[in-house]
């Protein structure tokens, strides 16, 4: 979670473009979207060329290096489109580089028309027309990604590990999206939810992704699940991705696929993708509930946190996810088109509101059953209502499952999560208590589960005791508290005190009356 002095300082640029004229909280996200992507660009130019340097490959070809073609009329140097060079150029110079130059130069970045890249930023426009305007603008960003980097050093040197949330500047940046989101009047009004990234990097962990996975998100929004993935397959594979020829290009160009139906959210999503490694994802306007979305039995691993309550055209939605699972619900549906998109034997951890655990409508139980009768429903994580706020109060879980198509379900893990790092009102401020370390710990070592007790954090349930309750996902319907006997003194003994108490007081009042008395 950002900082109060972040927050402080993205609340101050807010308000420099509404002295500036722009006033429409969309408009002022993309640019501001925008703008961090070309000082991003810059930043990531720099660390791959840092590190083809370390792997030894000295092969990085600089999108900056010699004279840089921005159309077919204009070459310029490119290094004067660097956001370290034109920030400290005088303002009107500053706004005729970036709207002529460095803007194009972004839109047509990677010249493939095809590109999901290119075909969201193709109608992208540059708003910003005053020269003090942007300059004001890009020193307050400057400032916010300083404060940043202040503050992912003063998480490495904190002296208690426990203490330290292992953040990066794209952490941060994520929750600075988030956080600009959540200023938008419309935002979860299709019960969309940014999702944090700490619960992100949890999921992620849990699905162990392979270099060989076909990943999707079919609720991509800003590609978080798919971002935080490819970062943890370039921290976790590095050399297994860029040593080999064939990997990295499945990598830049075939692994990642993300849907959605919100304009801004794919060109944000686009972008987003590109500064962490992946050039061209398949990051897509579709409608994933649809008929147009034709995907089946075709990816390993899918990631998401798909809308809850959102308002649905029924009869848009695809018939086979009907046939499964009839309803309007949105959240049911996407379980069922989970099911059908992946392949056999892959993996899935998605976060689903209460109601799915323990919701008694036909359409409730059934998905529930399809889970642990056709596949193999590996856990369920009770999260706390907090995780979601200041945005939502909503209390969900996290469902991970194998689609296996035949049964597999032989025992199911439960965890009950109380605390996730942050406190769970709507400041959301630090606390030393997080579970999701041990959530991680327990899960990758299922085997030392199995003789748990249903009184501790997390417990197994055997698959004929879900059947028999009607399916029932609720961790609360399996744990079991445990009452300690309270050993009290006989009544006697209790009613002699009370009645000693009772003359002791009577006595302290007769002694005051005495002393007012005199």
Request: with cysteine.
């Amino acid at each position: 979670m950002i900082t109060g002095e972040i927050k402080n300082k993205i609340d101050s640029l807010w308000d420099t473009f509404a002295a500036g004229g722009l006033t429409n909280p969309l408009n002022v996200i993309e640019q501001i979207t925008y703008l961090m992507f070309i000082r991003d660009l810059d930043d990531l130019d720099n660390k791959k060329k840092k590190d083809s340097l370390m792997l030894g490959l000295n092969d990085y070809q600089s999108i900056f290096d010699g004279q840089v073609r921005i159309d077919d009329n204009l070459t310029v140097n490119g290094d004067e489109l660097r956001w370290s060079t034109f920030k400290d150029f005088a303002p009107d110079k500053m706004l005729t580089v970036v709207q002529n130059e460095v803007f194009p130069f972004i839109k047509n970045l990677q010249g493939n028309e095809e590109s999901s890249y290119s075909r969201y930023m193709k109608d992208a426009t540059f708003l910003i027309q005053a020269p003090g305007l942007l300059s004001k603008v890009v020193g307050e960003l400057d400032d916010i990604y300083e404060q940043i980097d202040q503050e992912v050093e003063k998480q490495k040197n904190l002296k208690n590990k426990e203490e330290q949330k292992l953040i990066n500047r794209g952490d941060i940046r994520g929750d600075i999206y988030e956080y600009l989101l959540g200023k938008l009047s419309t935002a979860g009004r299709n019960g969309q939810f940014r999702t944090p990234r700490h619960i992100i990097k949890m999921m992620v962990e849990l699905t162990d992704p392979q270099v060989d996975d076909l990943i999707c998100d079919p609720a991509a929004g800003t590609a978080g699940f798919l971002v935080e993935t490819a970062e943890y397959l370039q921290k976790r594979k590095k050399k297994d991705i860029f040593y080999n020829k064939e990997l990295k290009h499945y990598f830049e160009n075939t692994m990642f696929t993300g849907y959605d139906t919100d304009q801004t959210m794919l060109r944000i999503g686009a972008m987003n993708m590109l500064v962490h490694g992946v050039e061209n994802p398949n990051i897509k306007y579709q409608d994933s509930l649809s008929e147009n979305n034709t995907d089946k039995d075709k990816y390993s691993l899918i990631l998401a946190n798909p809308p809850f309550k959102g308002s649905l055209d029924y009869d848009t939605v695809s018939n086979d996810l009907l046939k499964v699972c009839k309803t309007k619900k949105t959240e049911l549906l996407f379980l069922t088109l989970f099911l059908r998109m992946l392949k056999v034997g892959g993996r899935c951890a998605c976060i689903v509101p209460d109601g799915v655990l323990f919701g008694s409508s036909r359409a409730h139980k059934a998905i529930r059953k399809e889970l642990v009768e056709n596949n193999n429903l590996e856990a369920v994580i009770s999260m706390p209502s907090g995780v979601f706020k200041p945005y939502a109060g909503v209390s969900t879980a996290v469902l991970v499952f194998t689609k296996t198509g035949n049964g597999g379900t032989d025992k199911v893990w439960f965890y009950d999560m109380t605390a996730d790092g942050f406190s769970l009102d709507d400041k959301r401020t630090p606390v030393k208590e997080n579970d999701i370390p041990d959530i991680i710990e327990r899960f990758k070592h299922l085997d030392k589960e199995i003789d748990r007790k249903k009184t501790e954090k997390s417990f197994m349930v055997d698959k004929k005791d879900i059947v028999d309750n009607d399916y029932d996902l609720s961790i609360n319907r399996y744990k079991e508290i445990e009452y300690k006997p309270v050993q009290y003194p006989p009544t006697k003994d209790i009613i002699a005190e009370i009645e000693k108490l009772d003359k002791e007081s009577n006595d302290a009042l007769q002694e005051l009356k005495a002393l007012l008395k005199d």
